[in-house]
């Protein structure tokens, strides 16, 4: 069984900058593809991030040019870089893998907050 543990979150100004880490333990399929996910109160978590085991990436439109996904697969750890935060961007992250075959793996989330 996968488990995803997030580490990075915290209080920042708006734009500023937030670096997220996951890092994945256990028996991981791959190929595979690691993403990151993110709620605001009282809307439906939403797909912010992704990347495959080769390095393809995803961008929704509203992080595009702000935000950039990597990973190391050796350490099997997907990093979130966040620039230019907003208030908007205020929400929880989560980590999530999908291995295929419909495993897929989240991890419990770390709070991004964006205030002054």
């Known amino acids: 069984q996968v488990q995803l543990v997030e580490s990075g979150g915290g209080l920042v100004q708006p734009g500023g900058s937030l670096i997220l880490s996951c890092t994945a333990s256990g028996n991981i399929l791959s190929p595979n593809t690691m993403a990151w996910y993110r709620q605001a109160p009282g809307k439906q978590r939403e797909l912010v991030a992704s990347?495959?085991?080769?390095?393809?990436?995803y961008y929704s439109d509203s992080v595009k040019d702000r935000f950039a996904i990597s990973i190391d697969n050796a350490k099997n750890t997907v990093y979130l870089r966040m620039n230019s935060l907003k208030s908007e961007d205020t929400a929880f992250y989560y980590c999530?893998?999908?291995?295929?075959?419909?495993?897929?793996?989240w991890g419990r989330g770390t709070q991004v907050t964006v205030s002054s």
């Open positions: 990347i495959t085991t080769i390095g393809s990436t």
């Open positions: 999530n893998v999908d291995e295929g075959l419909g495993i897929v793996s």
